[in-house]
């Protein structure tokens, strides 16, 4: 597995810091071999934009698009660029990238770009529009690179406080975390899990949740009392 899908599959599990060293290390080899380094810049970009740091990448994804070979970079870059642009108020001028971006046939089947696209409506606060996105995203994807996925997805349900469809994707997204590895956000999905559920009436199950983030939260806190002495 190359340093890019690591990287996303990585980032999918909620390992952001693990994903953008697997990033930066695909950059370096990409830059020693002369290869294309487009696709991990755009990843790159991404990661710095949802940290706030929106100027710095804007200038990343505008870098990318300069490198960019294929639909799929384009597109990455059109709605990298058209996110950094909106989060800093300047509306009129990302619109045309978006537009640009959802033109293109490649997004329907990629889902890195769904979720980017999910992503720029989220900002816009097109919420079902966004939703629509991610749901289309979740089904592209193996459970075990899905985690990020299913939390954005569960939060959205929470946001705008919609039932209709809510336990499908409960169901979805425990699924998922059974697959997920050690994700660093594992006890927040399970509280979210329980929100989730309670918001839908599930209340067994929202207590099976719950008690499972603090059995998570428990095991952290002795892993790192027990690194700490040692």
Request: charged fraction near 10%; include cysteine.
């Amino acid at each position: 597995m190359d340093s890019l899908v690591l990287g996303r599959t990585l980032l999918q599990q909620g390992q952001s810091h693990q994903a953008l060293q697997h990033f930066l290390d695909g950059l370096t080899y990409a830059q020693a071999e002369q290869s294309n380094e487009a696709g991990h810049w755009l990843a790159i970009a991404d990661i710095v934009h949802d940290s706030g740091q929106f100027e710095r990448a804007l200038s990343l994804h505008q870098h990318a698009l300069s490198l960019a070979e294929g639909e799929a970079h384009y597109c990455s870059a059109y709605l990298g660029l058209a996110a950094d642009l909106w989060a800093m108020g300047q509306e009129t001028v990302a619109a045309p990238l978006q537009a640009q971006a959802l033109a293109m046939s490649v997004m329907q089947n990629d889902a890195v770009l769904l979720a980017q696209s999910a992503r720029l409506y989220q900002l816009q606060q097109q919420w079902s529009a966004a939703l629509a996105q991610l749901e289309q995203a979740v089904v592209l994807v193996d459970d075990g690179e899905s985690f990020m996925l299913h939390w954005s997805i569960l939060s959205l349900y929470l946001q705008i406080n919609q039932i209709d469809g809510l336990p499908a994707a409960i169901s979805r997204a425990s699924s998922a975390l059974a697959h997920a590895g050690a994700s660093d956000l594992r006890g927040a999905m399970l509280i979210k899990l329980a929100q989730a559920s309670q918001a839908c009436q599930q209340f067994a199950a929202a207590v099976d949740f719950y008690q499972a983030a603090m059995l998570h939260l428990a095991q952290q806190k002795k892993t790192t009392t027990c690194t700490a002495l040692t």
